[in-house]
T-cell receptor, first 117, second 112 residues
């Protein structure tokens, strides 16, 4: 149980284009989802927290207009990198909290590698 | 803000031996959660073990156990009978009110 998927697993795009990454909880309802960014050989940095049906809460220094987050249902959250530039190239990971007995435990997706040329 | 410190960037251990990874954290909170996550080369984050701060008993999951010292704000992970598949990055994490903060990670290599 508690499986989280991400799509796509990797994407290459041209500078200036927008990229959408999907995060789905497959076998549970995720009351809260999180988006992280991880640079090579570094730890995970929280970008934003999203709750179903409400606006995401962004961490300091994360551009809201650059990284659009939509949590439209209890099983789906999307991250759209708008007007991507090479410095946006990174590994993006989502996670979700199950709204049941296993609260306070985040289950992570497999991540999405983004390369902006 | 809570901070998590992992002072060992890299460690190695022989197969079948025991290794301990250290983690300390700084918080003024009394109730919170602590985690160890494993990130193998595939980069999938895998939950290893979870500890509720209000529980005095140390969490155990098969070969993995923790030494939770609340007063010292220490949360070390012990891996017994190390296996080659344990080779990975290990991240210690602190969580309060859905806000999770990670340490810098420890790269563990299990040698045959």
């Amino acid at each position: 149980g508690a499986v989280v998927s991400q799509h796509p697993s990797w994407v290459i795009c041209k500078s200036g284009t927008s990229v959408k990454i999907e995060c789905r909880s497959l076998d549970f309802q995720a009351t809260t989802m999180f988006w992280y960014r991880q640079f090579p050989k570094q730890s995970l940095m929280l970008m934003a927290t999203s709750n179903e049906g409400s606006k995401a809460t962004y961490e300091q220094g994360v551009e809201k207009d650059k990284f659009l987050i939509n949590h439209a249902s209890l099983t789906l959250s999307t991250l759209t990198v708008t007007s991507a530039h090479p410095e946006d190239s990174s590994f993006y990971i989502c996670s979700a909290i199950e709204g049941g007995l296993a609260q306070e435990t985040q289950y992570f997706g497999p991540g999405t590698r983004l390369l902006v040329l | 803000a809570q901070t998590v410190t992992q002072s060992q960037p890299e460690m190695s251990v022989q197969e079948a031996e025991t290794v301990t990874l250290s983690c300390t954290y700084d918080t003024s909170e009394n109730n919170y959660y602590l985690f160890w996550y494993k990130q193998p080369p595939s980069r999938q984050m895998i939950l290893v073990i979870r500890q509720e701060a209000y529980k005095q008993q140390n969490a155990t999951e098969n070969r993995f156990s923790v030494n939770f010292q609340k007063a010292a704000k220490s949360f070390s992970l012990k891996i017994s009978d190390s296996q080659l598949g344990d080779t990975a990055m290990y991240f210690c994490a602190f969580m309060k009110n859905n806000d999770m903060r990670f340490g810098a990670g420890t790269r563990l290599t299990v040698k045959p």
